[in-house]
Nanobody
Framework: QVQLVESGGGLVQPGGSLRLSCAAS????????MGWHRQAPGKQRELVAT???????TYADFAKGRFTISRDNAKNTVYLQMNSLKPDDTAVYYC??????????????WGQGTQVTVSS
């Protein structure tokens, strides 16, 4: 039906950068809001950033000034540029999106997650 596939995670040193990508594919009429969450070991999943179809953005406090969310609507892809990474940013990062299918049914979808590890 609809799948979200993340990429771009990996191991990076403190202060480094990564860019995560998430592409939605399948029976898609349009994608509205897209966003990123993360889950660190022993912690609950938390919001990182969201980007509505109208262009408005929301960032968690820890992401302000360091992370930037963007999207390519033509490719149904959302990005998360992560700069000045800290060890506390280590987590599995999950993409999510609100998708209107070709059958005009709207649902939330989640990617499988991509591991980000910040360590020296």
């Amino acid at each position: 039906q609809v799948q979200l596939v993340e990429s771009g995670g990996g191991l990076v040193q403190p202060g480094g950068s990564l860019r995560l990508s998430c592409a939605a594919s399948g029976s898609i009429f349009r994608v509205s809001a897209m966003g990123w969450h993360r889950q660190a070991p022993g912690k609950q999943r938390e919001l990182v950033a969201t980007l509505a179809s109208g262009g408005s953005t929301t960032y968690a406090d820890f992401a302000k000034g360091r992370f930037t969310i963007s999207r390519d609507n033509a490719k149904n892809t959302v990005y998360l540029q992560m700069n000045s990474l800290k060890p506390d940013d280590t987590a599995v990062y999950y993409c999510n999106a609100r998708v209107l299918s070709n059958q005009l049914v709207s649902n939330n979808y989640w990617g499988q997650g991509t591991q980000v590890t910040v360590s020296s």
